[in-house]
């Protein structure tokens, strides 16, 4: 299957300072990935769709100025948590869909990043 | 929206036959999607389903109906690997990104 790489696995920051995770897909090209969002024991939360060349589209209740999204190229988007604070330390996952170009690829599987551990002190 | 409801827990036992329920309420309906995920981990893809009916892939088999907006995981053979959680989804609005339940999480036991 496709192949989706994120970066850094594990992360820890102090109160106030960014952090830049990066999401690459490796084998195949994504015009459109995806952010989500999990903490302990709960289910992954759809933040914002990355789309290449253009702004991203945020979920509500997602701050777009807190969550800086840049997809500058078909293989890599990126997400910074701006003037991070504890209550943002979670699960930061992305993932991408290989649509073979065609399509919207609503029926292919989405393929994940390994995930950021962000623990903001 | 999309909404997805599926139970939090589950406890089985080696050998055992588990089934987990999925149900759901969408706007427009292209397919439902099944991942599993261990502590930590990102999700595995396991199974999609579009159109009614069961769909087997060894020990893992899943079911859909659509005029009930139902499906569930069928998991045979219980390994202790199995102790994991289960995500149902489905696709958003657009047909672009995957909206998640809050996932089932099974504890299998020896």
């Known amino acids: 299957g496709a192949v989706v790489s994120q970066h850094p696995s594990r992360v820890i920051c102090k109160s106030g300072t960014s952090v830049k995770i990066e999401c690459r897909s490796l084998?195949?090209?994504?015009?459109?990935m995806f952010w989500y969002r999990q903490f302990p024991k709960q289910s992954l939360m759809l933040m914002a769709t990355?789309?290449?060349?253009?702004?991203?589209?945020?979920e509500q209740g997602v701050e777009k100025d807190k969550f800086l999204i840049n997809h500058a190229s078909l293989t890599l988007s990126t997400l910074t948590v701006t003037s991070a604070h504890p209550e943002d330390s979670s699960f930061y996952i992305c993932s991408a869909r290989d649509r073979g170009g065609t399509g919207k690829g609503a029926n292919t599987e989405a393929f994940f990043g390994q995930g950021t551990r962000l623990t903001v002190v | 929206g999309q909404n997805i409801d599926q139970p939090t827990e589950m406890t089985a036992t080696e050998g055992a036959i588990v089934q987990i329920n999925c149900t759901y309420q969408?706007?427009?309906?292209?397919?439902l999607f099944w991942y599993q995920q261990h502590a930590g981990e990102a999700p595995t893809f396991l199974s999609y389903?579009?159109?009614?009916g069961l769909e087997e892939k060894g020990r893992f088999s899943s079911f859909l109906s659509r005029s009930k907006g139902y499906s569930y995981l069928l998991l045979k053979e219980l390994q202790m690997k199995d102790s994991a959680s289960y995500l149902c989804?489905?696709?958003?609005?657009?047909?672009?990104?995957?909206?998640f339940g809050k996932g089932t999480t099974l504890s299998v036991s020896s």
């Open positions: 989804a489905v696709n958003n609005q657009a047909g672009t990104a995957l909206i």
């Open positions: 969408t706007s427009g309906f292209n397919g």
């Open positions: 084998d195949f090209q994504a015009t459109t």
């Open positions: 389903n579009v159109l009614d």
């Open positions: 990355s789309n290449e060349g253009s702004k991203a589209t945020y």
